[in-house]
């Protein structure tokens, strides 16, 4: 296998990241330089996390070309990657301990309307100090040779728009029309990643010219101090008159703008491809030569590879032409996606007009949609060009492998303890082979898969991983796991096929970004009797996840069902994947049920249902055949269909009785809900927040509260200050709202297996946010300004927790200390109102809540009837011996390499030492040439020598 020559300036290999699977619909790979990384093919959901299941550092990646349409199905994971490539520059800006500085801009690469779906997202996305560079495509004739689009210290790139259709005839209005509304899209961009606007600056105006609902800060007259009060209406500041001064954050520039110029001037259909090619490679340098010609061993000979001639003390001049040997253009690689037969047509016309179009080109990476791979322009067309090698990925016969390894062996192993509670994500094992045609030099995209470009061209595969199955996870085989898992019996959960109650599936269960063992926030609610589908919360990838858990036909029920997602508040985390679900369920009804109603509530702050629209230009299945019914939450009003109320217990067609938000704090117009149906059931989803009383309020009695449980109750500061609970402050909510079953989950991606339930720190009193009066009004950090993600996104590999689960937490009752907190909270008060009897009372029906709440933890593609969650309880002494001897083998295995990566240090170190002694006694093996030849003559290589 060809590894790259450390020595060559231009040694770059490229490497497969996704290839199509359930869960990473598209094929994506990066390429590596030295200084760089570029990211080449499709940026579909999912593909974040590969790169972390994968290893692939994204830490050097600032640009990306984006491949196939600007749509959500091949794109939609590039709003969530964005974002945490611009959170990795602050962080490093932030760092004090880095010199590195502001990095360099983002660049993306793209085809028509990129510009334009970017800007759709500008009502949550903001940063500053973070240029991201759109760069659009502009659709006209490939002609070859040209100059090549983009060109950096690496590498030279070629887009190729592909049209399936013939473009919309252009005229210079349409042009200028065209132009300036670009310009506007480009500066709503701008502004969305690069404002010098500040999330603490205030600005002063008349409390009743305040655009509500916002936190309006006031200086009371008396004390003189800056009182902040969230107010939904005036009504929730009666000691301001509507002409008092108040103070008022200002929004950020770019969510001021209402309208975008419609996208739907923009061509359709376009699909990008791109040539990349690197620099012209140098010759080599002649060290013997040189010296022959006495040219000095030192920093003069860079001046020579660089191109430079140099003139000798003697007067003499080399040029670089009697030193370096001639060079030769760099290997290049085309990258074709051509989602259909269309597609094909248009590469090939291109190719046979543009001779020497692939010129150095020595690979093909064809990414094909549906029936494209057989058909026979397909077929002639490859036949063409049978020098060149070529890595074929196909998207109607993939080889539907496990791709996130991590989460799918730790739910293998968690099936072992209950199959029924677990189920095993669903894969195939066929050969990656069997999907490209037989022909020598044609290969199956493989993640992991190396193609190594210069200075050697060859595939390295060592980096492939083996297919995973059921039986190639590793096992717990403790004393303790057998001793825990045997004294659970066969049966400790049975699963029903039929659904005769409410059943909760916990798609994404983890916090911030996706991690390896828990996608972003997503919670499915299946409801019997006809009663529909829900989620709650849809994070990036949710589609992926469901894929994994249902066969296409029980997906296509489940999506046909699907009535109704709430989205509690425009994190990144919890609604990326919106886009994907409305459009395989809209695919679903055009297939099944194309003239049938098809009715799905999208219920969210205003933000979202505009965001959503906006975005209808981009991709208009979403208005015109999603059946979306648009649901304004606010806590005052009540739900709002097109700006009057709705009331669902009305609705014939619809399960739901009512839905009630309340204002939690966490982030700008975050909501908690309650819903119940009209069977009685009622369920209660936290979102993400603090503690808050109100929601206590209307999700009094729930059947199941699914709360957030982002920290460990150790790490309580950081739960305040982020703007999260701990484990204790979310069962101190279902607690308080009485609760009758709770579903913790959105943990912190510190906690990657299973969080901390150590139940020491229960408070009797809760902070809640919005009675201390700093509802909404915290410590002013990003994630006021419409952060992207919930700040907890700093994944770390430390130990934080120390992991272990008490069987016995749930023993509540003993562990609620009296109410003498004076903390001023709402529910201190309260108590504080009622006779001391009546306390006493209330504590012991509390005591009784406690004894009788059944909880349970989430992992992701966990599936639990409501009346099994009581049971969970019992498999908890097996899943904790699991992790604990999973964890201890982790552990060992990181030592045993941190140990063998350190004896291969000394070996090479020793290595060294050998061969200096050898070469100053004059042992040195001669003719070894390269850049051996250059060494000093006591083996050390000088620092100034041109390294060739
Ligand atoms: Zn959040």
Redesign the pocket.
């Known amino acids: 296998m060809a590894v790259p020559n450390k020595d060559s300036r231009q040694s770059f290999h490229l490497q497969f990241v996704t290839s199509p699977t359930a869960d990473t619909q598209g094929t994506l790979a990066v390429l590596h330089f030295d200084s760089q990384r570029y990211m080449i093919g499709r940026l579909a959901e999912g593909a974040q996390r590969a790169c972390i299941q994968r290893g692939v550092g994204i830490k050097k990646l600032h640009t990306a070309f984006l491949t196939g349409t600007t749509t959500w199905k091949d794109n939609g994971g590039l709003l969530g990657f964005v974002l945490t490539l611009a959170d990795l520059q602050r962080n490093a800006e932030q760092d004090v301990s880095s010199s590195t500085g502001p990095g360099p801009p983002i660049r993306i690469h793209g085809g028509p309307k990129l510009m334009h779906s970017v800007a759709c997202a500008r009502r949550f996305i903001f940063r500053t100090g973070s240029p991201l560079k759109v760069h659009e495509h502009q659709v006209g004739d490939f002609k070859w040779p040209s100059e090549p689009e983009f060109v950096d210290e690496n590498i030279r790139v070629w887009p190729i728009a592909i049209s399936a259709s013939s473009l919309p005839s252009s005229s210079d209005t349409v042009d200028n029309l065209v132009k300036e509304e670009q310009a506007v899209r480009r500066s709503i961009v701008s502004a969305m990643f690069n404002s010098d606007w500040r999330a603490d600056r205030l600005e002063q105006r008349p409390f009743e010219s305040v655009k509500l609902p916002a936190t309006v800060w006031r200086r009371d007259p008396e004390t003189r101090k800056l009182q902040s009060t969230y107010c939904t209406s005036m009504k929730d500041a009666p000691h301001i008159q509507p002409g008092d001064i108040v103070s008022v954050r200002q929004p950020w520039p770019a969510s001021l703008i209402a309208e975008i110029p419609n996208a739907s001037n923009l061509p359709e259909a376009v699909a990008m491809s791109y040539l990349v090619r690197g620099h012209h490679q140098r010759g080599a340098f002649d060290s013997k030569k040189a010296t022959a010609l006495g040219v000095p061993n030192n920093a003069i000979r860079k001046e020579l590879v660089n191109g430079k001639a140099i003139t000798l003390d003697n007067g003499t001049v080399i040029t670089p032409d009697m030193v370096v040997g001639a060079g030769r253009p760099s290997k290049g690689v085309a990258f074709f996606d051509l989602p259909s037969v269309a597609h094909v047509q248009q590469l090939q016309h291109l190719l046979s007009v543009n001779r020497g179009m692939l010129e150095d080109i020595v690979a093909v990476v064809w990414m094909l949609g549906p029936r494209v791979a057989d058909s026979q322009v397909f077929k002639s067309t490859i036949a063409t060009l049978s020098t060149l090698d070529h890595f074929i990925s196909r998207s109607d016969f993939s080889s539907n492998s496990l791709a996130f390894e991590s989460v799918a062996a730790s739910a293998i192993r968690l099936s072992e303890v209950s199959s029924s509670l677990f189920p095993i994500p669903l894969y195939d094992t066929a050969d990656p082979k069997d999907t490209v045609p037989a022909a020598s030099r044609h290969f199956p995209v493989r993640p992991g898969l190396q193609l190594n470009l210069e200075p050697r061209y060859g595939q390295d595969d060592s980096h492939v991983p083996p297919p995973m199955t059921i039986d190639s996870v590793e096992r717990p085989q403790s004393q303790e796991y057998i001793a825990a898992k045997s004294a659970l019996g066969p049966d400790a959960i049975t699963y029903a096929p039929s659904l005769t109650e409410p059943e909760i599936v916990t798609l994404g269960t983890g916090?911030a970004q996706p991690s390896k063992y828990r996608n972003v926030s997503a919670t499915l609610l299946r409801m019997p009797n006809g009663q529909g589908n829900y989620l709650l919360d849809c994070g990036e990838n949710t589609m992926g996840q469901l894929r994994r858990l249902y066969s296409p036909s029980e997906l296509k029920d489940i999506l046909l069902n699907l009535k109704g997602i709430w989205i509690s508040?425009l994190?990144a985390?919890?609604h990326l994947g919106t886009i994907s679900v409305l459009h395989d369920r809209a695919v679903a009804f055009d297939e099944s049920a194309p003239d049938a109603d098809r009715p799905i509530y999208l219920m969210s702050e205003p933000n979202m249902i505009d965001y959503v629209r906006d975005y209808a230009s981009v991709e208009p299945f979403v208005t015109q055949r999603s059946g979306l019914i648009p649901i304004v939450c606010n806590q005052n009003v009540g739900p709002l269909l097109d700006g009057r109320e709705y009331d669902f217990s009305t609705q014939e067609s619809s399960a739901i009785s009512s839905v009630r938000t309340v204002n939690v704090s966490?982030?700008q117009n975050?909501q908690a809900v309650a819903i119940t149906f009209k069977d009685g059931f009622k369920i209660s989803y936290s979102?993400?927040c603090r503690p808050s009383a109100r929601f206590c309020r209307i999700g009094r009695g729930s059947d199941v509260l699914i709360h957030e449980a982002t920290f460990d109750d150790e790490m309580e500061g950081d739960a305040l200050a982020k703007k999260h609970c701990t484990i204790s402050e979310a069962l101190g909510v279902a607690l308080r709202m009485e609760a009758k079953n709770v579903v913790l989950t959105h943990f912190s991606q510190r906690y990657q297996k299973l969080p901390n339930l150590s139940m020491t720190k229960l408070p009797g009193e809760l902070a809640f946010e919005e009675a201390r009066g700093n509802f909404d009004a915290g410590p002013i950090d990003a994630?006021q300004g419409g952060s992207y993600?919930?700040d907890d996104s700093i994944i770390t590999t430390d130990k934080q927790s120390a992991m272990s689960l008490h069987p016995d937490f749930l023993d509540l009752s003993t562990q609620i200390p009296s109410n003498t907190d004076t903390r001023a909270s709402e529910d201190a008060n309260l108590i504080a109102s009622l006779s001391a009897s009546r306390a006493a009372s209330l504590e012991r029906r509390r005591a009784t809540v406690a004894t009788n709440m059944a909880v349970c933890v989430a992992f992701d593609y966990m599936r639990v009837r409501v009346s099994q969650i009581k049971d969970c309880r019992r498999l908890y002494p097996a899943i904790q011996a699991m992790f604990a001897e999973m964890e201890q083998r982790s552990d060992d295995r990181k030592a045993a390499e941190r140990a063998a990566i350190s004896s291969n240090l000394r070996e090479k170190a020793e290595q060294r030492e050998k061969k200096a002694n050898g070469a100053s006694s004059g042992k040195k093996a001669a003719g070894t040439g390269g850049a051996d030849s250059t060494s000093n003559s006591n083996g050390n290589k000088n620092k100034g020598e041109p390294q060739i």
């Open positions: 916090s508040h994190h985390d919890h966490h982030c975050a979102g993400d994630t993600f919930d």
